[in-house]
C-alpha cells in the first residue's frame, strides 16, 4: 500500500462530499435526530431510554454510514470513475484504504457527535465510561463503511444499493439482542446471532451501559467488531475490477 496514493484517494472523495451538503447532512444528523426522537419517545420511562439508547447509538451510526457508504461508492463505479481509476498505476489496497480513511474520518465526526449530544443533552446514564462508548459507536460507524463498500460491488444501481439493507442489515437488527436477549432466542437463531457482528456490537455498548470497568467481554466484542470491519473491507478489496478490459 502505498501511502501518498490512499491520502490522495481519500481527499478526493472528500472534496466530492464537500459539494453533496444533502450527504453530509444525512451522515452527520440523521443519528442525532433519531437518538433525540427516541428520547422523546420515551419522555415518561426514562429508564428504557438508558436501556436501549447505548444499543441504538451504535446502531444508527452502521445503518446511515452503510447506506451513504455504498451509495456514494456505487455513484463511482456506474459513473466511471473507478473504472479510471484502476486503469491508473493505484492498487486496489491503496483505493479501498483511501475510501475507508475518507469515509471513517466522518464516520469519526458523526459518533463523537452522537455520543456528545445523548450523554450530555439527552441525559443517556452509562455506568461505564463516556470514551469506551464513543470507541464502540466509531467501530460500529466504521463497520457500516466496510459493508457499505462491499454490497456496493453487488448492486446495479443507487435503488439495488439500498435494496441490500433488509438482507444486509435487518436480519442483524432483528437477532442482535436489542428485542429480546439473545440466549433466549431459538438455538438456531441464537446460533447465527453469534456470528453477526452488530450482536457483538450491541453487547459491547451494554458491557458500557453496565460495568464501570473495561471487561474481558467488552474488549471481546470490541475486537470482534473491529476483525469484521477489516475483514470486510479486504473483501470489498477483492470486489475491484475493471469491468472492461
Request: aromatic share 6%; charged share 15%.
Amino acid at each position: 500500500m502505498n501511502p501518498a496514493r490512499t491520502l490522495a484517494t481519500a481527499a478526493r472523495v472528500l472534496r466530492q462530499l464537500r459539494h453533496d451538503p444533502r450527504t453530509i447532512a444525512l451522515m452527520l444528523l440523521v443519528p442525532v435526530l433519531m437518538i433525540t426522537l427516541l428520547r422523546y419517545v420515551f419522555d415518561g420511562s426514562p429508564r428504557v431510554f438508558d436501556d436501549i439508547g447505548a444499543s441504538l447509538l451504535g446502531i444508527f451510526p452502521l445503518i446511515t454510514m452503510f447506506l451513504v457508504t455504498s451509495i456514494a461508492t456505487l455513484r463511482e463505479r456506474t459513473s466511471g470513475t473507478l473504472e479510471r481509476l484502476l486503469a491508473m498505476p493505484l492498487g486496489k489496497t491503496d483505493l479501498i484504504a483511501g475510501y475507508a480513511l475518507a469515509f471513517g474520518g466522518l464516520a469519526v465526526v458523526q459518533s463523537v457527535l452522537a455520543t456528545a449530544v445523548a450523554l450530555w443533552l439527552l441525559d443517556l446514564d452509562v455506568t461505564g465510561s463516556p470514551w469506551l462508548l464513543l470507541l464502540v459507536a466509531l467501530l460500529d460507524a466504521l463497520l457500516g463503511t466496510a459493508l457499505g463498500l462491499f454490497v456496493s460491488a453487488f448492486a446495479a444501481s443507487e435503488f439495488q444499493a439500498v435494496q441490500f439493507m433488509p438482507a444486509v442489515i435487518f436480519p442483524q437488527l432483528l437477532l442482535c439482542g436489542l428485542f429480546t436477549p439473545r440466549d433466549q432466542m431459538h438455538p438456531v437463531l441464537e446460533a447465527v446471532s453469534n456470528a453477526l457482528p452488530m450482536s457483538y456490537a450491541v453487547d459491547g455498548m451494554n458491557e458500557v451501559l453496565r460495568h464501570s470497568d473495561v471487561t474481558g467481554a467488552f474488549l471481546r466484542d470490541a475486537l470482534v467488531v473491529a476483525a469484521c470491519a477489516l475483514l470486510v473491507l479486504v473483501l470489498g478489496a477483492a470486489t475491484l475490477r475493471r469491468r472492461t478490459a
